[in-house]
């Protein structure tokens, strides 16, 4: 009766928080109130795919979830984003029967990396896809290698890793494992071979902490490596981004599989990747995934286009806190040929806490900015004058440079007159405030 009561309370908050738009993570919290073990008394399916890393966790998991269905899977996952313990409880109770049997054939998890070993205590994946780890929320996460202490406690032996092999430190999980799924990239056209990055988070071996040797770099720390004294190196991948052709749009996987790509991104072809090699894994031709996934696009909101009188923009949504995220959106609108002008928002750091910690300004490469594709870049939000700090210490020109503190009046600054397209660079605290006035 416990577990019945606990469910119905679940399913009964959770659709009332769908009528007014809220609470994916509530009627969760409330049932482990009601009984704390509740993850373990329910019947879970004979597939569960788990989803973690600083970045891409909420694409990769639709990516997923879009290729499954679109071949006939019956998928429960938490597309809302809650990934909190809290959060997968609300999935699976409300995914499960009153008397506590998950529907669907397949349970597909997005889990925050620091809480993962609390969401996995009942929980037990058969398969945990790791897409990353990276400087992230200081404030909360400390250092990249202090998540990844946290995060080996939700791994258990009998768990099919599937891993980026590209990752110096995500890779570190398969150490000493025979059964890992690894996916990565080829040297790829784009690729430097020396680091292109404010900071080095690759520079040290994960292992013996001996420095790092780079073959290619295919953005940040990511790219092929090895130990100059252990012998450390990046992992042979069953799965394989063979060439990119960022400017047409087009990714090929396993030298044979072109995805078309409806964001030009080098972050995203691995989300893609990943969401291929767990579609792979889980029987779908390779033929057909590539058709699936061909100018998907994504339905999270962390890319959105958009007009302003008669000029056009694309907002892309970076996550505050995180450089790598913004690298990636800079690196894309730093592409455009026909030029663009770009506005950086950072009105709120965090929707969770306070603290004004705006040091991971510094951590980001806004130098690649200064190039002849991007005319004008306008600083708007709370703590647009700590972005012009930053800013005065890049090779930007200064008068191509504008303040604006009031969102609305930068909104009406991009409503001219000029053809420019727009590229406009915030996150999930602010995206709404700049959105409210299209």
């Known amino acids: 009766m416990k577990k019945f009561f606990t469910i119905l309370i679940c399913k009964l908050l959770r659709f009332v928080g769908k009528l007014v738009g809220k609470g994916s993570s509530l009627p969760g919290k409330v049932a482990l109130k009601l009984c704390p073990d509740i993850l373990s008394r329910v019947e879970l399916p004979e597939y569960i795919i788990a ?14 979830a879009h290729i499954l269905m679109q071949n006939g899977k019956s998928v429960s996952w938490n597309k809302e ?56 929320q200081l404030t909360r996460n400390g250092h ?101 052709d960022l400017d047409g749009g087009e990714a090929v996987i396993d030298g044979k599989h072109r995805i078309s790509l409806a964001l030009k991104s080098l972050y995203n072809i691995y989300n893609i990747l990943a969401a291929y090699t767990v579609a792979s894994i889980a029987g779908i031709d390779g033929a057909k995934i590539a058709e699936d996934m061909s100018d998907y696009v994504m339905k999270n909101g962390r890319v959105i286009t958009f007009d302003i009188g008669s000029r056009h923009g694309t907002m892309l949504t970076s996550k505050h806190e995180n450089s790598i995220s913004y690298d990636q959106s800079i690196r894309l609108a730093a592409a455009e040929k026909d030029g663009c002008d770009v506005m950086f928002i950072v009105d709120a750091v965090s929707r969770k806490y306070f603290t004004s910690d705006v ?60 053809q420019e397209y727009i590229y406009v660079i915030t996150c999930f605290s602010d995206k709404g405030k700049f959105l409210s006035l299209l």
Not at 84 to 109: H, N, R
């Open 144 to 244: 990249p290698e202090w998540v990844f202490d946290a995060l080996k406690d939700s791994i258990y032996p009998e768990t099919k890793l599937i891993l980026n092999a590209d990752d110096p430190l995500v890779s570190m999980f398969g150490y000493g494992r025979d059964d890992v799924i690894w996916f990565g990239a080829d040297k790829l056209s784009s690729d430097t071979s020396e680091l292109v990055s404010v900071y080095n988070d690759g520079a040290y071996c994960p292992h013996c902490k001996a420095p790092m040797k780079y073959s290619t770099h295919h953005y940040n720390h990511i790219g092929h490596y090895e130990c100059t004294a252990c012998g450390y190196k990046r992992h042979d991948t069953q799965y394989t981004v063979t060439s990119v």
């Open 359 to 418: 040091s991971w300004l510094w951590d980001i490469d806004f130098d690649m900015l200064n190039n002849e594709n991007v005319h004008e870049i306008i600083l708007s939000g709370k703590y647009s004058n700590d972005l012009a700090v930053r800013f005065s210490y890049t090779d930007i020109p200064g008068d191509r440079i504008k303040v604006i503190e009031d969102i609305p009046e930068a909104y009406e600054h991009l409503n001219s007159d000029r």
């Open 81 to 136: 984003g809650s990934n909190q313990i809290e959060g997968v409880t609300t999935l699976v109770l409300g995914s499960s029967t009153m008397g506590g049997k998950v529907k669907s054939d397949i349970l597909l998890i997005e889990s925050d990396e620091r809480f993962a070993r609390y969401t996995f205590k009942y929980i037990k994946p058969t398969h945990y896809v790791i897409t990353n780890l990276y400087r992230d």
């Open 51 to 64: 989803v973690t890393g600083s970045n891409g966790k909420t694409s990769t998991v639709e990516m997923i």
